[in-house]
């Protein structure tokens, strides 16, 4: 069974860090892009960054200089490294990432269950 799993979310005080992971399991050929998204109470869902295969990333304004993507391409793993959190980034945090289940196959997007963040004293 393909899946993406989330962990590290916990609570957190402000000015504080945390390191959110996001695991892909199962029979996979390859992932294209891969990504956190974030929604927030009584709010939308927003991405927050997202990462290519090949490393190129893009993050929302509101996070850039403060949190970092990354991924190990080995271990079909995304992270995002949070500093300097505030209250609001309180949120359940997603991951996606484009999975390529078979070689002659498109990619299908796929979504994990979320983590919540909380930024709280």
């Known amino acids: 069974q393909v899946q993406l799993v989330e962990s590290g979310g916990g609570l957190v005080q402000p000015g504080g860090s945390l390191r959110l992971s996001c695991a892909a399991s199962g029979s996979i050929f390859s992932i294209n892009a891969m990504g956190w998204y974030r929604q927030a109470p009584g709010k939308e869902r927003e991405l927050v960054a997202r990462?290519?295969?090949?490393?190129?990333?893009n993050y929302a304004d509101s996070v850039k200089g403060r949190f970092t993507i990354s991924r190990d391409n080995a271990k079909n793993t995304v992270y995002l490294q949070m500093n300097s959190l505030n209250s609001e980034d309180t949120a359940v945090y997603s991951c996606n990432a484009d999975l390529i289940l078979y070689s002659d196959y498109g990619p299908i997007l796929y979504w994990g269950k979320g983590t919540l963040v909380t930024v709280s004293s």
């Open positions: 990462i290519t295969r090949g490393g190129r990333t």
